[in-house]
């Protein structure tokens, strides 16, 4: 461990050091040297080990392009992963002196090249942006993208400009697409506004004699409820809306022998009306009265119709009102002496919603009244464009939209039919299709900066996968988002369009969406249900939102002490309440509440076996294979996903491994691996990966804990190169732990990355280490990582398609 350690402490030495005005190291000699004395023998020719040829690095110049190369060299040489053992090993001045030489090449770049931001290729929006942005600039409630062809995934993600091609059949569907969505999103002839009618017959209080005529009698004396009334409809049949304004009507005429006027109430119950007061109320007659109490009478009306030749029509406008529970009507008490008026009740009915134009169509149409039409059009598609387009349009966008309205509109079509031809061009326009970022000097290495609507389209298409919102919008128009990074990430990360950061980077990031495609046996995992898939789904999400809605350390994706659950998840990990008390047993700590439905809930872990992403049933189970767990696909996933060290490729002529029962009766998983890992060319890899995979083969294949392979007890010890040693998910989770700068890097690019649209190169590394170092002085919370990726030169900023020469190549 003093020889890992004096390593380590001589690489974090050589990186801080910041030596001015020192000549530029050259590699020429000693590295070289070093190479040829311990690497070149398998790293070189047509086949090298591993597919990594060192035969190229003769010079620093060599070396800078290569950064991420190199930084997996350095490590691999620092813990001892190489040379292999049976190969001469260097010392550890050897090492340290090695090591020096690269870093200082790399710090000596750093220092002397001018900063590069890289260039993001122009890129087309994306499944989920193209359907998320549609939703919020034209307020449309369905998926148009649902029969778009899947996104080309690059670097991990599907949001890489490089990857995101247009097919043809692509353009076909945006062509479909913007067809629908503006029909949908404008009507251009508005359907009449429906009808729900009540018979009377059907009425409550309910009379069970079905067989009644047209109408229904009401005799306010009767001492029966489903006879004297008041009689209501169900407002949820009646349709009363919060979001909508109807007309409550009632047909009847009314059968009296006196000359008095007969006068009925329309009135209403349910939460949060105005309610009559009792008085007014005991205006109102009917055996059914007291159990609708309370009640808003809505007006009184005088019934003059006694026939059913000439039945009466009275009506009350309802205007969006959503706790209606019903809607009624009852006879009006008539003066003293005089007999009440039996009553013919037809239906009791309603009209509506009476705008029957969509919302969208609405807010989109909204203009100023009395203005010539062709000047109302301009209004709405300049206020639509600089939405549409994320940025202001110019004169000339404006006036070919327009045009096509105009000429609709003289070719005698509808305003309407016109401003939807307009958007639909908008929809099939690249300026709509892709995140266009306009440059007057395209071919200029030169670093600067992005204007604020190009910042604003960056934020939120890395934050919420969609359009800027308003407020982005209005601050980008007055130069005022720059200044204002800090408080608009909070904002945007409390939002919950927030969500999508975790839907579309973390789970790629952690690539669990593989687990939606991914079928266990049926046989040696009957347990394993559609209910269950889902839950392990949502386990991560719910898991990760915590993370950033807590703004917790980022160091808790790999150990926290707590979890979320449903009851079928919870069945399945063997957890029985809130408190993570183990199920069939008596609880070790009270206070916990059993998890029941499907419902997730908040559940706190004990053991320290469960906690973090490691050992969540997600990546648990898609690291494996349909009938067995897979110690070297589990371990690939943490080198990749967590430490960001990918193994390269297994080699074309390895055999796979045995399965079946024959097989698994000569031992156990691990053991059976032991003998496959002989390979002399498959040893250095495995080296790293296996060990971290046998740590986790407590887990099955679908992520529950278990005790044996088959008859075999289970072995998690795992060893490293290095001499380090953990037994368990417990014990690799504290290892990972003691690793958490090289996890946080990992998991830094992979934002990045994210965040820009393009893999990274060797001149992002001066901004990573700048957002690494804001993260170690910030206890490495959620908000830190975001912010300061946002505030960084390669997202803040951009150049043309000429590429700066790194300082080792221009001197």
Not at 169 to 177: G, K, N, S, V
Not at 232 to 259: G, N, Q, V
Request: with cysteine; hydrophobic share 35%; charged share 25%.
């Amino acid at each position: 461990m003093y020889r890992l350690s004096a390593i380590l402490m001589a690489l974090v030495v050589c990186s801080a050091s910041t030596v001015r005005g020192e000549e530029q190291p050259d590699f020429s000699g000693a590295g070289r040297g070093f190479l040829e004395k311990h690497c070149l023998k398998c790293h070189q020719g047509e086949k090298p080990a591993a597919e990594l040829s060192l035969e190229g690095f003769r010079t620093s110049d060599s070396l800078i392009p290569q950064r991420g190369v190199w930084d997996r060299i350095r490590r691999m040489i620092a813990t001892g992963t190489m040379p292999p053992e049976d190969q001469p090993r260097p010392t550890v001045a050897e090492i340290t002196s090695f090591t020096r030489l690269v870093n200082s090449i790399f710090d000596y770049s750093d220092r002397h090249s001018k900063p590069d931001p890289g260039r993001v290729t122009m890129r087309r929006l994306n499944r989920v942006e193209y359907r998320n942005t549609i939703r919020d600039l034209l307020g449309a409630d369905f998926d148009p993208s649902e029969s778009f062809p899947t996104d080309d995934v690059g670097h991990g993600f599907d949001n890489i400009g490089d990857v995101l091609t247009v097919s043809p059949l692509l353009m076909e569907r945006y062509l479909d697409a913007a067809e629908t969505i503006v029909n949908r999103v404008i009507v251009v002839d508005p359907p009449k506004p429906s009808r729900r009618y009540l018979s009377g017959r059907f009425l409550q209080p309910n009379n069970a004699n079905t067989s009644q005529g047209r109408f229904r009698p009401l005799d306010p004396e009767s001492a029966e409820p489903f006879e004297s009334g008041p009689y209501t409809a169900p407002a949820s049949y009646l349709k009363f809306s919060a979001d909508a304004d109807l007309i409550f009507r009632a047909r009847l005429y009314a059968e009296t022998d006196s000359t008095e006027p007969v006068k009925v109430a329309l009135f209403l119950t349910g939460k949060e009306l105005e309610y009559s007061s009792d008085e007014e109320v005991s205006q109102l007659m009917g055996a059914n009265l007291e159990r609708l109490k309370p009640l808003q009478i809505l007006k009184i009306y005088e019934i003059t119709a006694r026939t059913a030749a000439e039945v009466q029509e009275i009506e009350f406008p309802i205007h969006r009102m959503g706790t209606i529970n019903n809607a009624g009507i009852a006879v009006v008490r008539p003066a003293e002496g005089v007999k009440p008026a039996k009553l013919h009740i037809e239906s009791l009915w309603s009209e509506g919603p009476l705008e029957t134009r969509p919302e969208s169509q609405l807010k989109l149409l909204a203009c100023t009244a009395g203005r010539p039409v062709a000047e109302q059009t301009r209004e709405v598609l300049s206020r639509f464009l600089k939405r549409a387009y994320r940025r202001p349009h110019n004169a000339e966008e404006l006036e070919r939209l327009a045009g096509l309205t105009d000429a609709a509109v003289a070719g005698g079509e509808k305003w309407e039919a016109g401003i939807q031809r307009a958007i639909a061009a908008t929809l099939c326009s690249p300026k709509f299709l892709f995140r266009v970022e306009l440059d007057d000097r395209p071919q200029s290495p030169e670093a600067r900066e992005l204007d604020e609507f190009q910042l604003a389209s960056r934020l939120s298409y890395f934050l919420w996968s969609t359009m800027p919102d308003d407020e982005l919008l209005e601050l980008a128009g007055k130069k005022q988002l720059t200044a204002s990074l800090d408080v608009q990430v909070r904002r945007m990360l409390e939002d919950p369009k927030s969500i999508q950061l975790v839907r579309n980077f973390a789970l790629q990031w952690l690539q669990i969406q593989r687990l939606l495609q991914f079928s266990p046996d049926a046989e040696h995992f009957p347990t394993f249900t559609e209910p269950l898939r889902q839950a392990m789904l949502q386990e991560t999400e719910l898991f990760f939102e915590s993370i950033m809605r807590e703004d917790r350390s980022v160091i808790d994706l790999l150990a926290a002490d707590y979890t979320f659950l449903n009851e079928p998840l919870a069945r399945h990990y063997g957890i029985a309440d809130t408190m993570g008390n183990p199920a069939g047993g008596k609880p070790a700590v009270p206070g916990g509440k059993p998890v029941r439905g499907d419902a997730f809930q908040r559940v706190t872990l004990q053991d320290g076996l469960r906690g973090g992403l490691l050992t969540q049933a997600s990546v648990l189970t898609v690291t494996s294979n349909p009938t067995r767990t897979s110690p070297v696909k589990r371990g690939r996933w943490v080198l990749e996903q967590i430490l960001g060290e990918p193994p390269p490729p297994p080699p074309p002529d390895v055999p796979e491994l045995a399965e079946g029962e024959q097989a698994a009766s000569g031992g156990t998983l691990r053991q059976r691996m032991e003998i496959h890992r002989r390979n002399p060319n498959c040893a250095s890899c495995h080296a790293r990966m296996d060990p971290i995979g046998n740590s986790l083969e407590n887990f099955d294949a679908t992520g529950a804990w278990r005790s044996k392979d088959g008859e075999f007890p289970i072995d998690a010890v795992g060893e490293f190169p290095d001499g380090t040693k953990f037994d368990g998910p417990g014990e690799l989770k504290a290892v990972l732990k003691g690793q958490q700068d090289q996890f946080v890097r990992c998991l830094t690019e992979k934002m990045m990355t994210y965040a820009l649209g393009r893999g990274l190169e060797y001149y992002d590394r001066p901004g990573i280490e700048k957002i690494l170092k804001s993260m170690r002085a910030d206890d490495y919370r959620f908000s830190v990582l975001v912010t300061e990726i946002v505030k960084s030169d390669p997202f803040r900023k951009r150049r043309g398609t000429a590429e700066q020469k790194p300082a080792a190549e221009k001197e």
